[in-house]
């Protein structure tokens, strides 16, 4: 059974910086992306970056691109999302997520592509 487990989530001040972790366990599938997605209160569930993990390309929103930074470690199975100049809209529940098939394009690309989530963290941005 895939389980994704998020942490990191917190509250920040604008323009601060954190750092999110999504640790896999269970892994009987060979990952095709695993992604960050994000909801705000009374908002669709939107894309905000995913990591193509056998190749390694990343593809982000804009709204996050050049602020927002993703990354693995193999080792410990675990992909990070750095985020920095967080900005208040930036507030949301932060999910990760994993696909194990192919899709494109990968930006914007419906959430139902993917096959696994995590529970959630939350970040708040303060202004």
């Known amino acids: 059974q895939v389980q994704l487990v998020e942490s990191g989530g917190g509250l920040v001040q604008a323009g601060g910086s954190l750092r999110l972790s999504c640790a896999a366990s269970?892994?009987?599938?060979?990952?095709?992306?695993r992604a960050w997605f994000r909801q705000a209160p009374g908002k669709e569930r939107e894309f905000v970056c995913a990591?193509?993990?056998?190749?390694?390309?990343?593809y982000y929103a804009d709204s996050v691109k050049g602020r927002f930074t993703i990354s693995r470690d193999d080792a410990k199975n675990t992909m990070y999302l750095q985020m920095s100049s967080l900005k208040p809209e930036d507030t949301a529940v932060y999910f990760c997520?994993?696909?194990?098939?192919?899709?494109?394009?990968?930006?914007?690309?419906?959430?139902?592509?993917?096959?696994?989530w995590g529970h959630g963290t939350q970040v708040t941005v303060s202004s």
């Open positions: 997520a994993l696909a194990s098939t192919f899709f494109a394009p990968v930006v914007g690309a419906r959430s139902d592509n993917y096959d696994y």
């Open positions: 990591l193509n993990w056998n190749i390694g390309l990343t």
């Open positions: 269970g892994l009987t599938v060979n990952p095709y992306l």
